[in-house]
């Protein structure tokens, strides 16, 4: 093998509520995304109950995709895209999210979308919850903490594969389930489950009960996709931050070990239909009693993902610390700064050998086909008053990824299914709602105030990444 095989799946990858605006276009409902406001490195989104007069929310309009995708396809064909990853937003198809009938319009619109992707020869990559899901769900039933929301997330799952089936081939259940591992800051809770919790709760094992009932509802969701078209490869999609001892003290590796299962035993459970003992034991040690049926246990194992997709931006690095003999990981507390790798503005830590070590982790543990649906590097990018923009440490970092990327194919023999770089058009940042942390090889004229015409101009990357696709990875 000396490359990437053919037919790899090289394209973008966006989210519904970060760019398509439309907020309440075509009967679409508010999602969680539409409560948030905008913040800023270290200043937090503000999550206000439902959407008040005066505030700034930057997803309402977002990049208005949802008039201008026509356009924007065009430059995606034109870079050659093989597949383009976005969501569906819940809310344009059950906009309060728990009604019984889907919303045609919302429909209509995603069959438009796809006919459009499929006539320039771009294969649709869905994403069924990204970050979207109905805020009705958040404030008649308290998120993903209630039962009943496996049976909404089903209805949806199940309409729209049955809708689409025949247009789109490569699905996603939840994005970035293991992003809620941060359960003590409340962006990660709201946005991955819709949680908001009340002051003092003892916020663990409510996360536990909620990422419990998504994993039933993916696994009842990957069962019924598969009744209903065999042919539909249903994964899911694990935020990818691999977890580093700081140094090679045997507690540090432990340590490191603690926190790699206390982050990524979602995928135990999506890949091998059922939960890790050491998280069992966790439960037990902590006196954790969580509603987990036998019914349940069936749906997990009946409901094995075919694929793991994951994010894959930055690593991670901790230590052991004398307070915390039993080496607990806590996401908040328990990151140290690793001296061997630069940061971005935003202080993530750059690190592409990373993504070579994240692909050989998942397929040594799960002998499943990757599929690298984000990565990326979140940028204050300039125009110049020729309209270019010269960001050649985006080239840099994408490049230098795919390299660590080729050697995990060509040298380790990971099978990789394909490479989606985040927020191909520039949109608004999930994590600070801002504009101006880009990722895109196009440029949208936006401010984080909200100017802006909305034009959109190609980025020195764009070329790039054409010749990167035209090369199948061998002009870097
Ligand atoms: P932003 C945290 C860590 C890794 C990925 O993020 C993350 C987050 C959440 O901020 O999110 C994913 O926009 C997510 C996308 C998001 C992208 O990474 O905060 O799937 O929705 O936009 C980049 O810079």
Redesign the pocket.
């Known amino acids: 093998m000396t490359g990437f095989k053919a037919g790899f799946l090289w394209g973008g990858a966006v989210?519904a509520h970060?760019l398509e605006g439309g907020w309440q276009e075509g009967g679409k409902g508010a999602s969680v995304a539409d409560v948030m406001t905008a913040g800023a490195h270290g200043v937090s989104r503000e999550i206000t109950n439902g959407v008040l007069p005066g505030k700034n929310y930057p997803n309402h309009e977002a990049i208005d995709f949802y008039h201008r995708y026509k356009d924007d396809l065009k430059l995606f064909a034109e870079m050659g895209y093989k597949c383009f990853r976005t969501s569906i937003a819940w809310t344009r198809i059950f906009p309060n999210g728990d009604e019984l009938t889907p919303n045609e319009a919302g429909l209509q619109f995603y069959d438009d979308l796809f006919d459009e992707c499929l006539k320039l020869g771009i294969e649709p990559v869905i994403t069924l919850s990204?970050?979207e899901m109905p805020y009705h769900l958040v404030t008649e039933y308290g998120g993903w903490r209630n039962r009943k929301l496996i049976e909404f997330f089903v209805r949806f799952a199940e309409v729209v594969f049955t809708r689409y089936q025949h247009k789109v081939k490569y699905w996603m259940t939840f994005?970035?389930i293991n992003?809620q591992a941060n359960f003590h800051e409340d962006f990660a809770p709201f946005t991955n489950s819709g949680l908001k919790y009340a002051p003092g709760e003892d916020r663990e094992p409510v996360m536990y009960q909620a990422a419990h009932y998504e994993l039933v509802a993916s696994a009842l969701a990957v069962k019924i996709g598969h009744e209903i078209n065999p042919q539909l490869q249903i994964g899911c999609m694990i935020?990818m931050?691999p977890i580093y001892p700081l140094s090679c003290a045997p507690n540090d590796m432990m340590m490191a070990m603690n926190a790699m299962h206390r982050r990524y035993w979602f995928t135990d459970v999506h890949v091998r239909g059922k939960y890790p003992q050491h998280l069992l034991n966790y439960f037990e040690r902590r006196g954790f009693e969580l509603d987990i049926t036998e019914e349940d246990r069936q749906a997990l194992a009946e409901g094995c993902v075919d694929y793991i997709g994951f994010?894959y931006?930055m690593s991670f690095a901790t230590k052991a610390t004398a307070d915390n003999p039993q080496l607990d990981y806590d996401e908040t507390t328990s990151l140290v700064s690793n001296p061997y790798v630069q940061k971005s503005d935003w202080g993530w830590q750059i690190d592409p050998v990373g993504l070579r070590y994240s692909l050989n982790w998942f397929y040594d543990h799960y002998q499943l086909p990757l599929f690298i649906v984000?990565n990326g590097f979140?940028a204050i990018d300039v125009q110049e008053s020729d309209g270019t923009v010269n960001d050649q440490y985006r080239i840099d970092y994408l490049a230098a990824h795919i390299a660590e990327m080729k050697k995990a194919v060509v040298e380790d023999g990971v099978d990789l299914m394909g490479y989606t770089p985040?927020?191909c058009i520039d949109l608004v940042?999930?994590?600070?709602g801002e504009m101006k942390?880009r990722y895109g090889f196009i440029y949208v004229d936006k401010d984080n105030e909200g100017n802006g015409t909305l034009a959109r101009s190609r980025k020195k990357s764009f070329a790039w990444y054409q010749k990167v696709i035209a090369t199948n990875g061998s002009e870097l």
């Open positions: 989210a970060q990204h970050f994005n970035e992003n935020a931050c994010s931006y984000e979140g985040w927020g940042s999930a994590g600070t942390k």
